[in-house]
């Protein structure tokens, strides 16, 4: 394995959907990959060759019989860190589920020893088709991520579940199965069910203003994404988040604390892990107005201000499955471990993941440092790193506690 930049093996099939692979391309190689693209013959009918190599800065090759002495299957296979096929076909999911090696990229995946993420694409009824439904799940049975087809228009005038996701969406799922498989790999959290809270909540004053916080929601994706390759199945309860859907992930939009309450308490019987990364707002209007408050001459009534449900202090009384992981966060700006340390008994969750905000800190930025605080009296120390690679640090010490299944 590579460790300077990562070798990223896009493979496309020949469907409509190739073009957004381009896109994908461009996002691995802007963000510091060396990426290699292998398209199949198809393909190459939809998007041609020059393109993959100028996008890449590869030759590219289709088939095996190409550059023959360098035995370019073997070689793609072996150091490869990520193989990533967008679109994936119903034909080459078929050849790939059923080991088949006829060109350059089904050979590849048979020597790839790496993690292969499949980004479906086609017709809603041939993904429905019980033919494709059996490949997917061989192909997921030996590891392999399949992320499931968005649900949008199609490439006539048909919509339905086949789209493929937004190659931004897949770019972060196949970095999130890279850090993980860079920790160790396994899919550890299969069978299992996941809830994430994400993003901030608002309560309204009136129709047009509120009460919120500067939660961009991407420490929760990434966990959400984080649980994904790990083999869950996660439902997402997204507040007011400007990102994308994860792709493949159940996600349920909500904006006021009580929503997001409502949400949790509607899913949290039937899942394994709670992960509450979302930051509700703790107040609330008392009377909030029905009608847009109007500027007048005289000064504005004071605010009263009630407080909202604390979710997680709920969770961690009422445990509503048992052996159920709770991960509760904790965002201070001073005498940081000291207050994590009252919060994690305070509100009764098993960890508590305690970073600093403020000053650049913790909300709308990329990267994140925290300490997991545990029940148990354990204190971990995760240092700076991107929210996709502390999300699955947090998630180790989750399978740990985790009752077998
Ligand atoms: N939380 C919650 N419901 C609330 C407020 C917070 O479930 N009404 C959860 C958050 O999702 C987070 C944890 O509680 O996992 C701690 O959030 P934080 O904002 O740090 O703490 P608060 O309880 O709001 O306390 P304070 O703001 O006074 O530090």
Known sequence: MSTERPLVLVGVAGGIA????????RL?????HDVRVVPTESALRFVGEPTWAALSGHPVATDVWQDAHEVPHVRFGREADLVVVAPATANTLARAAHG?????????????????VYAPAMHTEMWLHAATQAN??????????????????????????GRLPEPDEIFHTALAALVHARAGGAADLRGRKVLVTAGGTREPLDPVRFLGNRSSGRQGYAFARAALVRGADVVLVAANSALGDPAGVDVVRVETTEQLADAVAQHAAGVDVVVMAAAPADFGPVTPSTTKIK???ADPEPLRLRKTPDILAGLGARRPRPGQVVVGFA???DDVLERGRAKLAA????????NEVGDGKGFEVEHNQAVVLGA???ETRLPESSKGILADRVLDLVTERLRPG
């Open 18 to 25: 190739a073009y957004k692979a381009c896109a994908l391309v």
């Open 28 to 32: 691995f190689t802007e963000s510091g």
């Open 100 to 116: 088949l090696a006829d060109d350059l990229l089904t050979n590849t995946l048979l020597t790839a020893r790496c993690p292969v």
């Open 136 to 161: 997917v799940r061989a192909l997921r049975d030996r590891g392999a991520l399949v992320i499931e087809p968005a649900t949008g228009r199609l490439t006539g005038a048909d919509s339905g579940p």
């Open 295 to 297: 500027k007048t001459a």
């Open 331 to 333: 965002a201070e700006t």
């Open 347 to 354: 509100k009764g969750c098993d960890l508590l993941v305690v």
């Open 376 to 378: 148990d009296g354990s």
